[in-house]
């Protein structure tokens, strides 16, 4: 196939091209010396005619290359390559990932605005949302990005019935949340009883059990049972990653009482691809003016692949709060 210099810049030729075209020859602009490939044009700056060219192209005014720094006919012929084969008007490239993600955001937002971002977005990019642009102004709420039902009004609340009052209340709730995190890790499944939630009745099918042993816990010999979750959907889902958890753990019961005195869950499957290890553990312990077993420490470690988070949580001053109700029925 011959190609003019030009052909590979005009869109009512090159749209009709089979996508192996467009990838090998979409975009190419040759220069008259005619060479078939693309050419590397390392230069900064360009010539030009006369000076009123040079002043009409540095206003705008006048189509053609003013800087490296802001256009060069070999990177032009890359953007309208990627362009053609994504079907868009124009293409931008950049050097880097973040700077291509901080143009697309900084350009477009100023002092006031309001950035809605993903939780599970890039590190780098959760750092441009949540420390950099807060220093000009601009606020950002974390929202777990996934469309599902159950938090699709919720969100669209939050996008299109922003009053005062209620963007306020929003990030009291968010910045609240986050005491509670460590670090980067969001967790929903740091509850204490989570591992006695899952041994409910109606959960045991999808379980497989097997004796794993005794150990002694606070003075207290305990048997061990350990649970290995085998049935999808799982019961776990990760609001961070939107993949599923496969549970498993370990519960220490005292042989003749069946209480429990320690409880350890861990989790596993797509969802913790970015995980190493991940361990929630939990001791009882009988509170004296309440005469039960009640959670007295909760231990979390999250292996990440550069790092390990450790967490302990301890309980104490447990409360007793009862309610009664009677009914009236109205005379007639």
């Known amino acids: 196939m011959r ?15 089979r996508p192996a075209t467009q990838a090998v020859r979409g975009g190419t602009a040759r ?8 050419a590397l044009f390392l230069t ?32 032009q ?14 293409c ?38 949540d420390t950099f642009l807060p220093k000009f102004g601009v606020e950002t709420t974390i929202v777990d990005g996934r469309d599902t039902p159950r938090q699709g009004r919720p969100m669209e609340q939050l996008l299109s019935e922003r009053t005062v009052d209620a963007y306020d209340q929003a990030l009291a709730i968010v910045r609240e949340s986050a005491k509670y995190n460590i670090g980067d890790v969001y ?45 999808t959907p799982t019961t776990l889902v990760s609001d961070g990653f939107g993949g599923e958890l496969l549970a498993r753990g370990r ?39 309440l005469k039960v077993l009640l959670p007295s420490e909760m231990e979390e470690t999250y292996g990440l692949e550069i790092e390990v988070l450790h967490g302990v949580a301890t309980y104490r001053n447990y409360r007793r709060f009862e309610t009664a109700a009677r009914m009236i029925t109205p005379p007639k």
């Open 3 to 17: 190609m003019k210099r030009r052909t590979g810049q005009d869109r009512s030729i090159t749209s009709r091209w």
């Open 31 to 38: 220069s008259e010396w005619g060479e078939t490939s693309e």
């Open 44 to 75: 900064s700056g360009y010539s030009y005619d006369k000076a009123a060219d040079a002043a009409a192209r540095f206003a705008g005014e006048q189509q053609g290359m003013t800087y490296s720094r802001l256009q060069n006919p070999t990177v």
């Open 77 to 90: 012929m890359l953007e309208e390559r990627l362009a053609l084969m994504e079907g868009a008007e124009a």
């Open 92 to 129: 931008r490239t950049m050097a880097t990932g973040m700077a291509a993600m901080t143009a697309a955001i900084v350009c477009q937002v100023q002092q006031g605005d309001h950035v809605v971002a993903g939780r599970a977005a890039f590190g780098s990019c959760r750092w441009l949302t």
């Open 187 to 231: 967790r929903t499944i740091n509850v204490p009883l989570q591992a006695l939630d899952l041994l409910h009745p109606q959960y045991r099918k999808r379980f497989d059990f097997k004796a794993a042993g005794r150990e002694r816990v606070s003075g207290q010999e305990a048997a061990i049972v350990a649970f290995q979750e085998r049935s």
């Open 251 to 289: 519960v220490w019961i005292e042989p003749t009482s069946g209480a429990v005195l320690r409880t350890e869950l861990s989790f596993n499957g797509s969802a913790a691809r970015y995980l190493k290890e991940s361990a929630i553990r939990v001791d009882y312990q009988r509170d004296p003016k």
